[in-house]
């Protein structure tokens, strides 16, 4: 994960889920600015790494009491009590949330102010509490890249579009604009990964709902083919790749034995090539890409049918001869 994001603190964790959560801070007001070790995020898979029910085996995340846990350091002789309170401290969370609509034991409460360790409480249901702290530290600490091209939801897919300066991707983006599909992000497309096999794009706000057409300049898309003509963000499934008509001879195969990938943050992406010459109708094979990317999601592989008639027919002719 990205250890160089700088949102976070504990403050920032409190004041963004205020509503949500209905929470109160209890303990440990001397610390707002308390933060994730920057080695446990370079070490963190995803967010299920950094936040999840009391746990003496994972520190330095962000510890949440169900009514079991504060049972577990309640129902115990003072010494006892004392002892499991005090290893929270070896733990060094960035934070402690007591859920479940219970009461932290005033051992606890105690302890967070000393080692200044933030203490929240909150009627919501634990479970909750870590599926809305998970989500919202996978969105701040996952990696992030951009990438120049065009961003697309055709027929329900993200597709991006890449290529050289001069292709006319921005121009093929407004053509499929106009036959019903929508337009994520023009030009400079961010590309966060947001699980272990999943990319999302998003439009910088500075560019959002805006197309940069050669010779005619910025279009307001949602205001010229409406609200159903934008997306918010899109996770990315297909990369089409634009390139000159000698270019592909060159450098591709015409019929691929193996489905081109490409990778993103560690992650592969389908692809396919494209080549730009007059007279070819781009949105058409545009979209022709994306349903044959549909079929083979659902198990239709044409070029392996193909093989298998082939080979079929072969043996066949063999058999009469």
């Not at 409460?109 to 009627?123: K, N, Q, V």
């Not at 890249?145 to 121009?171: F, N, R, Y």
Request: charged fraction near 25%; glycine fraction near 6%; proline fraction near 4%.
């Amino acid at each position: 994960m990205d250890n160089d994001a700088p949102h976070f603190s504990a403050e920032a964790l409190f004041q963004v889920h205020q509503d949500a959560l209905q929470w109160q801070w209890v303990a440990g007001h001397a610390s707002p600015d308390r933060r994730f070790d920057p080695a446990v995020l370079q070490q963190a898979q995803s967010a299920a790494d950094l936040v999840g029910f009391l746990n003496y085996i994972h520190p330095y995340r962000v510890q949440v009491m169900s009514w079991r846990e504060v049972e577990y350091l309640s129902d115990a002789s003072t010494d006892d009590a004392s002892r499991r309170i005090a290893r929270i401290v070896t733990l060094d969370p960035p934070a402690i949330v007591v859920a479940d609509d219970r009461l932290p034991p005033p051992a606890l409460i105690a302890m967070c102010d000393r080692a200044e360790i933030p203490l929240f409480t909150t009627a919501s249901n634990a479970g909750h509490v870590i599926d809305i702290l998970r989500s919202w530290l996978g969105q701040i600490f996952a990696k992030r890249t951009s990438v120049h091209g065009v961003m697309l939801d055709i027929l329900g897919v993200g597709v991006l579009l890449t290529g050289e300066s001069g292709l006319g991707k921005s121009e093929l983006g407004l053509e499929l604009i106009s036959r019903g599909h929508g337009l994520v992000a023009d030009d400079v497309v961010e590309v966060q990964r947001v699980s272990q096999t999943s990319l999302e794009a998003r439009c910088p706000d500075l560019l959002q709902n805006l197309l940069e057409v050669r010779g005619i300049g910025l279009l307001d898309i949602k205001a010229i083919f409406g609200e159903t003509a934008v997306r918010r963000k899109m996770r990315v499934k297909l990369i089409v790749h634009l390139v000159r008509r000698e270019t592909l001879e060159r450098e591709f195969e015409r019929i691929p034995h193996e489905p081109l990938v490409q990778e993103i943050l560690s992650i592969p992406v389908r692809k396919v090539v494209v080549a730009v010459d007059a007279g070819r109708n781009l949105a058409v094979l545009v979209e022709a890409a994306v349903r044959n990317h549909i079929l083979q999601l659902r198990g239709i592989d044409t070029y392996q049918d193909f093989l298998r008639r082939h080979h079929e027919a072969m043996q066949q002719g063999q058999s009469e001869n």
